[in-house]
């Protein structure tokens, strides 16, 4: 079945820049997302691509897809302390029907000021 | 913006015992999905709910569970009768149309002891 790894853990400096990466295994992906979860709170979708596109921006967040690869990346530019949080990557596949996402492990981001 | 509800945020219950998880999505999705997330493992689905009907569903989402929308805007998962493993944390998600970004609400913790 389909698999998706990311790195546990993550530490930055304030201001600097983060980059979160993500494999994937399956060649069917169709979409893949970046989901963030604060201490107590649910996961909110902080951005997505499809999977013919190699980047999107949107605002502090560039994503990169690396199709050949399986690989994708979430950069956060002038990283802040309210960014700290687990990373979730997930993708969706073509051949699932509907929603079903496929969730990578979560990478935790602290952000030291 | 709207938000997907989970309520409540931490149930606890006796092995055995029947659990109701309840979910109001937001108003105008049509698409909702139940994952959950077991303690330090990944984020994994259970099942996709449209038309009043089940339209996918993994292996965890066995003869024990089962979802319903009882009204026009709740949307529950029933667990039969709980077992120590069914401990984890469970997320409603939903979308407006089959291939929208999903929309997670906060999650509800079961312990089961």
């Known amino acids: 079945g389909e698999d998706v790894e990311q790195s546990l853990f993550l530490s930055v400096r304030e201001g600097d820049s983060s980059v979160i990466n993500c494999t994937y295994t399956?060649?069917?992906?169709?979409?893949l997302y970046w989901y963030k979860q604060e201490p107590g709170a649910g996961l909110q979708l902080l951005t997505y691509i499809f999977s013919n596109m190699d980047m999107k921006q949107d605002q502090r967040l560039t994503v990169l897809l690396n199709k050949k690869d399986k690989h994708l990346s979430l950069r956060i530019a002038d990283t802040q302390t309210g960014d700290s949080a687990i990373y979730f990557c997930?993708?969706?596949?073509?051949?699932?029907?509907?929603?079903?996402?496929?969730f990578g492990g979560g990478t935790r981001l602290m952000v030291k000021p | 913006e709207p938000e997907v509800t989970q309520t409540p945020s931490h149930q606890v219950t006796q092995m055995g015992q029947e659990v109701i998880l309840r979910c109001v999505p937001i108003?105008?999705?049509?698409?909702f999905y139940w994952y959950r997330q077991i303690l330090g493992q990944k984020v994994e689905f259970l099942v996709s709910?449209?038309?009043?009907?089940?339209?996918?569903k993994s292996e965890i989402f066995d003869d024990q569970f089962s979802v319903e929308r009882p009204d026009g805007s709740n949307f529950t998962l029933k667990i039969r009768s709980t077992k120590l493993e069914d401990s984890a944390m469970y997320f409603c998600?939903?979308?407006?149309?089959?291939?929208?970004?999903?929309?997670f609400g906060n999650g509800t913790r079961l312990t089961v002891t």
């Open positions: 997930a993708e969706r596949s073509e051949d699932n029907a509907g929603n079903m996402l496929t």
């Open positions: 709910f449209y038309n009043n009907e089940i339209s996918e």
């Open positions: 998600a939903s979308g407006g149309t089959e291939y929208s970004p999903l929309h």
């Open positions: 399956d060649s069917s992906s169709t979409y």
């Open positions: 108003s105008n999705h049509l698409y």
